[in-house]
């Protein structure tokens, strides 16, 4: 059974940056695409990018855009998302997912089968 492990959550300066982990066990994510979402006190849940199992193809929501970069490296089973110039608007549980079996980026957030737990980035000053 895949298990996915967030890290790098932390509190940051508006217009700071941090780094955030996702670190799988259990399995392989060579054939796996993995999706970073969010979810804000009292907002629903939602994706802000997504990164194809080679890392070929990324994808990211207009709010994040030129500012987050997701990348991975499969061969420590990790993928990662580097959150640059941030708001207070991006304070939120962070959280990585997998599908079961899709090697591209599903659209539908019901795709994804396997999540983390999530990681706390707070941006105040």
């Known amino acids: 059974q895949l298990q996915l492990v967030e890290s790098g959550g932390g509190v940051v300066q508006p217009g700071g940056s941090v780094r955030l982990s996702c670190a799988a066990s259990?399995?392989?994510?060579?054939?796996?695409?993995i999706g970073w979402f969010r979810q804000a006190p009292g907002k629903e849940r939602e994706g802000i990018s997504c990164?194809?199992?080679?890392?070929?193809?990324?994808d990211y929501t207009d709010s994040v855009k030129g500012r987050f970069t997701i990348s991975r490296d499969n061969a420590k089973k990790t993928v990662y998302l580097h959150l640059n110039s941030l708001k207070p608007e991006d304070t939120a549980v962070y959280f990585c997912?997998?599908?079961?079996?899709?090697?591209?980026?599903?659209?539908?957030?019901?795709?994804?089968?396997?999540w983390g737990q999530g990681t706390q980035v707070t941006v105040s000053s």
């Open positions: 990164i194809t199992n080679g890392g070929g193809i990324t």
């Open positions: 259990g399995g392989d994510l060579d054939y796996l695409a």
């Open positions: 997912a997998a599908p079961a079996d899709l090697y591209y980026c599903p659209g539908d957030p019901g795709r994804y089968y396997y």
